[in-house]
């Protein structure tokens, strides 16, 4: 009998064993399965973050300590702890005393190496998208450029990024079967369609309860913690919240329960870890593209191809660089340089020094060096009163017949910048160029049939508005400040020969050009009233970044400029008498005076002026007339510059549009 009752116990025994078994089969099929939807809710949270730019950027100067942490963490402390977990859980109730005797298992051998292989693939994913291209090759993408980290590294690089994450998923899956494999004794067929006793059933119901409410709060805190917290907050909890947790699941391995909170706690680990990485490569790629130039580096390879790129995104990096290059004044004037030696085929190019992007060089370089007095008197001026000699739109450079200008003595002229005679500023160089041509060309005087074409100008330009004007946001970067001499600075009135302190005024003789101080003066005000009305009642102006703190002082700081332009105005209409233009200066005609000089440019038809033409065109990135306009008026006038903050989101709005 009581051998009976033995057997009857025995068997009592090895069905709850067996019930047991395949419950954790059950359970650790569905912990793949909810593994993989983790590790993909990851991914997309990351990428709807990085969308919104919500994603949190880890302090740069701390980042190669946070890596060497990170891996530290995960090969020396999770890695051991979850080898000690499948140790625990096998069927052997003899754990192995040290590292010789647990390394005897060749399933502990397996499982180690999963595990070393998978940090190995993580390390070497995101070393490898941090990688980039030389900067001497002129053909690479110019991903140096981009800052947009986390979308970058998924629109440049999908190709790797896809590989990689299957690598990481077949690694993964691996072992979690090797896990399944050699941890479980898988019940029989029979034993599969035996019921299951209730008792097993509601541990199985009071263990999976906690395990879910406790994996569901720690993936919303991560998520509020990675929009409300700090950098290096984030980056510290992401590493350090797992330890705890993984140290609770081997208390609850021991007790070898159907559905343990390791599994999901290890899901919650895989799905931290992959976060963390994210964080990390955006954070070391930031550093890397974050770096300063260093000016003995050969950079104009790469940012001349980004210029005549094709792709507008790789087009408005590289402008975006090369603004962020010309605020380093050594630095700009060492690009330039490079660009003045460098020659690109198919662009006019047929040496040292010449060619398209020789003439660019040289306008950066007079925008930075001693000789930008010159920029202020791009105009030619003409005596007053004078009659305009006609104009011939087919004519040559070489064929060239400016108005005459009164000269005076040679013993009379400085050699400071700032009284340099207009017309010797606009003697063309040696080699003609195509800045030399911008320069004569908005000179000339007006075809015929001006006026249609002047009104016609007017009207598309004020129709465009002040959308057209994301042309000139390459100037718009920086601090938030404004420039608070309006008159020498940026090509005022007190440069201007015959109009600055101690020259004689129209009445009494003295030279002036139309188009070096009226035109500009009115361009700049519309350029002002445009990116005001564009800032201030923009549909997504909270969305960037352009909150009720940030606008009112933008608008006040563009609305100082703005009366500024109209006291320059009001002086120099008292200044200058009604004789010596065809028109009163007021607000009203500068515009259509404006025009007449911009139609008259683009009317001038030769091979300077297509050159002229690419030139503008490579600095707008389009042919359009008004935004030549802009660019040839605005250029050095936009006084006000952003934050780089403001700026940056600035671009993607105007992209977006």
């Not at 009592?12 to 993909?40: E, G, P």
């Not at 005797?101 to 502990?108: D, G, I, K, Q």
């Not at 105005?569 to 008292?574: I, P, V, Y």
Request: aromatic share 6%; glycine share 6%; with cysteine.
């Amino acid at each position: 009998m009581s051998s009976a009752q033995s057997t009857t116990s025995t068997a009592v025994q090895s069905y709850d064993a067996s019930c047991k078994a395949l419950l954790t089969k059950k359970t650790i099929r569905m912990h793949v399965l909810l593994a993989i939807l983790s590790v993909l809710s990851t991914l997309i949270t990351t990428v709807a973050l990085s969308f919104l730019r919500l994603r949190p950027a880890l302090w740069p100067l701390l980042s190669i300590w946070v890596w060497a942490y990170g891996l530290s963490v995960y090969a020396v402390v999770v890695v051991p702890l979850l080898v000690a977990r499948k140790t625990l859980l096998t069927t052997t109730h003899h754990p192995p005393s040290n590292l010789r005797a647990l390394l005897a298992s060749p399933s502990n051998r397996v499982q180690l190496l999963t595990y070393t292989l998978s940090a190995l693939l993580f390390s070497l994913l995101f070393l490898r998208l941090t990688r980039l291209p030389r900067l001497s090759d002129p053909d690479s993408k110019l991903f140096l450029y981009s800052k947009q980290t986390g979308l970058a590294i998924l629109n440049e690089r999908p190709v790797l990024f896809v590989v990689c994450m299957a690598g990481f998923a077949l690694v993964y899956g691996t072992m979690q079967v090797l896990t399944c494999r050699t941890t479980v004794s898988w019940p029989t067929q029979a034993e599969q369609l035996l019921p299951i006793p209730s008792s097993i059933l509601q541990d199985l119901h009071h263990t999976l309860q906690p395990g879910l409410r406790l994996s569901i709060s720690t993936i919303l805190l991560l998520l509020m913690l990675s929009v409300l917290l700090r950098p290096l907050g984030i980056s510290l909890l992401l590493l350090l919240l797992p330890l705890p947790l993984l140290s609770r699941s081997a208390d609850y391995a021991l007790r070898h329960t159907p559905l343990t909170l390791s599994f999901l706690l290890k899901l919650q680990l895989a799905a931290s870890l992959l976060t963390l990485l994210w964080e990390l490569s955006n954070t070391f790629f930031s550093v890397y593209t974050s770096r300063p130039l260093r000016p003995r580096q050969p950079l104009h390879a790469s940012l001349l191809s980004g210029l005549r790129s094709q792709n507008t995104y790789f087009k408005a990096q590289a402008w975006m660089e090369l603004s962020r290059l010309a605020k380093q004044e050594e630095t700009a004037k060492k690009v330039f340089a490079d660009m003045a030696d460098y020659s690109l085929p198919g662009t006019g190019g047929q040496g040292r020094g010449k060619g398209l992007w020789a003439a660019l060089a040289r306008e950066g370089l007079l925008l930075l060096g001693e000789d930008y007095s010159l920029l202020k008197r791009r105009g030619k001026p003409v005596a007053v009163p004078g009659k305009p000699k006609s104009f011939s739109p087919k004519s040559n450079s070489d064929s060239l017949q400016l108005p005459s200008a009164p000269q005076q003595p040679p013993k009379q002229l400085s050699q400071h910048p700032a009284h340099l005679p207009s017309a010797q500023a606009l003697q063309p160089a040696p080699p003609p160029s195509a800045a030399s041509a911008l320069l004569a060309s908005l000179a000339r005087p007006p075809p015929a049939l001006v006026d249609q074409a002047t009104n016609a100008i007017l009207s598309q330009a004020r129709s465009v508005g002040g959308e057209k004007l994301r042309a000139v946001d390459e100037r718009l970067e920086g601090g938030c400040k404004l420039l608070t001499e309006v008159g020498g600075a940026v090509g005022g009135v007190l440069g201007v020969e015959g109009l600055g302190a101690g020259k004689g005024s129209g009445k009494e003789g003295g030279t002036w050009g139309v188009d070096d101080v009226l035109p500009r003066r009115e361009m700049d005000m519309w350029v002002v009233e445009s990116l005001t009305s564009l800032i201030s009642h923009s549909p997504t102006a909270d969305k960037y970044g352009l909150s009720t703190r940030t606008t009112p002082s933008l608008l006040e700081a563009l609305t100082s400029y703005e009366s500024e332009l109209q006291v320059l105005l009001q002086e120099l209409d008292q200044r200058l008498p009604p004789p010596s233009l065809p028109e009163p200066l007021t607000i009203l005609t500068a515009p259509k005076q404006a025009a007449q000089a911009v139609w008259q440019w683009v009317g001038y038809d030769s091979a300077e002026r297509r050159g002229i033409e690419l030139v503008v065109e490579s600095l707008t990135g389009t042919g359009e007339g008004v935004r030549r306009t802009l660019r040839t008026y605005g250029e050095e006038m936009a006084g006000f510059v952003f934050t780089p903050k403001v700026g940056g989101r600035l671009r993607v709005h105007a992209a977006a549009l």
